[in-house]
Nanobody, 125 residues
Framework: QAQLVESGGGLVHAGDSLRLSCTAS????????MAWFRQAAGEERQFVAG????????YYADSVKGRFTISRDRATNTVYLQMNSLKPEDTAVYYC??????????????????WGQGTQVTVSS
């Protein structure tokens, strides 16, 4: 099972930007679909963004559309989440996920086999 390692979280002010990175430990392992989820305190883990083999189209939760951008670098087996115009409600632990879900399950946590350890993002008002 591939290990996903995230980085890039931190404490920022509202309106700031952050970029999260997630790299698969086995660089020769190709994971078809990569996604980001987040979990706020006391809430369930929710889909944030995802992209499949072709990297187009990208899929986003309505709450982050227009502010967040997901991308991937196949050469380094890394997926990124660029987060702009951050809001306090974006505060959560962000998880990288990898797998091969069918399109209808793209936003479902149970459809992903590989998970990172999570990275905290805190946005102050």
């Amino acid at each position: 099972q591939a290990q996903l390692v995230e980085s890039g979280g931190g404490l920022v002010h509202a309106g700031d930007s952050l970029r999260l990175s997630c790299t698969a430990s086995a660089r020769d392992l190709y994971i078809p679909t990569m996604a980001w989820f987040r979990q706020a305190a006391g809430e369930e883990r929710q889909f944030v963004a995802g992209l499949r083999r072709s990297a187009e189209p990208q899929y986003y939760a309505d709450s982050v559309k227009g502010r967040f951008t997901i991308s991937r670098d196949r050469a380094t087996n890394t997926v990124y989440l660029q987060m702009n115009s951050l809001k306090p409600e974006d505060t959560a632990v962000y998880y990288c996920a990898g797998g091969s879900p069918i399109l209808s399950a793209l936003r479902t946590t149970s459809a992903y086999r590989h998970w990172g350890q999570g990275t905290q993002v805190t946005v102050s008002s």
